[in-house]
């Protein structure tokens, strides 16, 4: 398919193996990885490539479960370019794509800006917008203030709070549409007083997560309690990981998946785990929850690409 793909300054790799990429070293290859030099190029690319051909950009991959089949198309992955981080007026911060989420924080705390919640969130801002990531009752919909993205054709947006449509967990991009830089604006603080509070985070996620295994946090997505914005409502507080312990899941595996002992809404891959194993592990456990309780679960990792 390469020969077909519009020229570029950036790179091209067929059958490129995801596994390597993934948070979770499971997946398929991708029919084409193409990695973009810039902006310029990426854009270049969108306004040439044929509208039969699909694309789907990716990040560090952090949330996401690439099936073993792999994914057609060309996968988008913005590395150098996409990376810069920028400290503006008035406590705002403009990230590329594919700045970490603890790259932003610290930088963030460096010049006053409590971004902490951002520290512990593994992954790149461009998914934590898209996700709507967040923890300890922050979510990136409570900082956010636009986004640089593309449209299929190539087109240059400015996607403000409104056109994200943030839910919990969530967003409602248009189809196609690649999220580039990321404006986000946090309160003043003292950069001490930020960093120790982004170290707090870090030894109270370590001593309740499974944070040196192979996991993509949070597996499904907390059945009741929460606003659109993903606020919690005291009345109807209701985990993920409560209805998995009652149901009898908490160290459920199939193959070399595994739901953690620490954390019951961790899945993790315990060693030579495919992407199937991880799958399946989380249906079962949906449909072992709903059994015991009637409560639904939703996946909050996303799964793609084909199966084998």
């Not at 390469?2 to 020229?7: D, R, T, V, Y």
């Not at 789907?56 to 073993?68: K, T």
Request: glycine residues 12%.
């Amino acid at each position: 398919m390469i020969e077909g793909l519009p020229e570029v300054r950036g790179t091209y790799t067929a059958d490129r193996p995801l596994a390597d990429l993934s948070w979770l070293k499971v997946g398929g290859p991708a029919e084409v990885l193409f990695q973009p030099a810039d902006l310029d190029d990426l854009q270049s690319f969108l306004r040439r490539l044929p509208n039969e051909i699909d694309i789907f950009p990716i990040g560090v991959c952090s949330n996401l479960i690439i099936r073993d089949g792999g994914i057609k198309g060309v996968v988008i992955r913005m590395g150098r370019g996409f990376n810069g981080i920028e400290i503006l007026e008035g406590n705002r911060v403009r990230a590329g794509v594919a700045a970490l989420d603890a790259h932003v924080a610290r930088k963030a705390a460096q010049a006053g800006i409590d971004l902490a919640f951002l520290r512990t969130i593994p992954g790149a801002i461009g998914g934590a917008a898209k996700m709507n990531a967040g923890c300890y009752g922050v979510y990136t919909a409570d900082v956010f203030v636009e986004a640089q993205a593309l449209t299929r054709s190539g087109e240059i947006v400015t996607l403000t709070k409104d056109d994200m449509g943030f839910a919990y967990r969530s967003t409602d991009l248009p189809e196609g549409m690649v999220i580039t830089s990321v404006l986000l604006e946090g309160p003043s603080g003292d950069p001490e007083a930020i960093e120790a509070k982004m170290a707090d985070a870090l030894e109270k996620r370590a001593q309740t997560q499974p944070v040196k295994e192979r996991s993509c946090g949070s597996t499904f997505r907390n059945p009741a309690g929460f606003s659109s914005t993903g606020k919690t409502d005291d009345v109807h507080d209701l985990k993920a990981w409560k209805v998995i312990d009652d149901a009898g899941m908490r160290g459920a595996t199939v193959g070399g998946a595994q739901m953690s002992e620490m954390h019951s809404n961790f899945m993790i891959n315990k060693g030579g785990a495919t992407a199937a194993d991880l799958e399946n592990l989380g249906e079962k456990v949906i449909k072992k929850v709903f059994e015991n309780s009637g409560i639904q679960l939703e996946w909050e990792i996303m799964r793609v690409g084909k199966p084998t």
